[in-house]
């Protein structure tokens, strides 16, 4: 079955770095992928939608110079957390759809745990 | 936008027990998804069921697409089904899954 990779699955780092998301699609191409955040004990909240060669749409009160999402290519969007702060920790997932078909279920990658000290 | 509401938002089960999990939402819906949310975070996909009844194993799902629910049936529970487990929607096929709140479910031995 389809398969959408995410890495890195778990990354700490310092406040004010930039931390960058890959998510993948290992057997499909999307043209369409979607990021999520999930705070702890909460549901999966959509931040933005990646369009492949287009700007991202982005979900009311996100950040976009903040959570920077670049699809450049029908199998790769990634999400770039810039000057990181503590409260950017968080579960980021990121979920794809193949492009055929308008009754085609998501995949969802393994999630990236950030955590910023 | 779509509504998506869960219940209950926290389950106890014994070992070997039954449940039923609802998803109700608030408007018609292009897809339907149960998910389940494991202790290292990663989302497993049990249903996709915009309508009708799946079974895979001791859980099955039912949505009535209709009356805008949808119910996970999980039978003879064991601890390893513990976890959260997530209705989601979306409207069409170019629209991102909207996800209920989830029904945080703990199965004690």
């Known amino acids: 079955g389809a398969v959408v990779s995410q890495h890195p699955s778990r990354v700490i780092c310092k406040s004010g770095t930039s931390v960058k998301i890959e998510c993948r699609s290992l057997?499909?191409?999307?043209?369409?992928m979607f990021w999520y955040r999930q705070f702890p004990k909460k549901s999966l909240m959509l931040m933005a939608t990646?369009?492949?060669?287009?700007?991202?749409?982005?979900e009311q009160g996100v950040e976009k110079d903040k959570f920077l999402i670049n699809h450049a290519s029908l199998t790769l969007s990634t999400l770039t957390v810039t000057s990181a702060h503590p409260e950017d920790s968080s579960f980021y997932i990121c979920?794809?759809?193949?492009?055929?078909?308008?009754?085609?279920?998501?995949?969802f990658g393994s999630g990236t745990q950030l955590s910023v000290l | 936008g779509i509504q998506v509401e869960q219940s209950p938002p926290d389950l106890i089960l014994q070992e070997g027990a039954n449940s039923t999990l609802r998803c109700n939402f608030s408007d018609s819906v292009n897809n339907l998804q149960w998910f389940h949310q494991n202790p290292w975070g990663q989302l497993i996909n049990l249903f996709y069921?915009?309508?009708g009844t799946k079974q895979n194993g001791r859980l099955s799902a039912t949505t009535v697409a209709t009356e805008r629910y949808s119910l996970l049936y999980i039978s003879s529970s064991q601890t390893t089904d513990s976890g959260v487990y997530f209705c989601a929607v979306d409207v069409s096929g170019n629209t991102p899954l909207v996800f209920g709140k989830g029904t945080r479910l703990s199965v004690i031995a």
């Open positions: 057997d499909f191409q999307a043209t369409t």
């Open positions: 979920s794809a759809r193949r492009p055929t078909g308008a009754n085609e279920k998501l995949f």
């Open positions: 069921i915009p309508s």
């Open positions: 990646s369009n492949e060669g287009s700007k991202a749409t982005y």
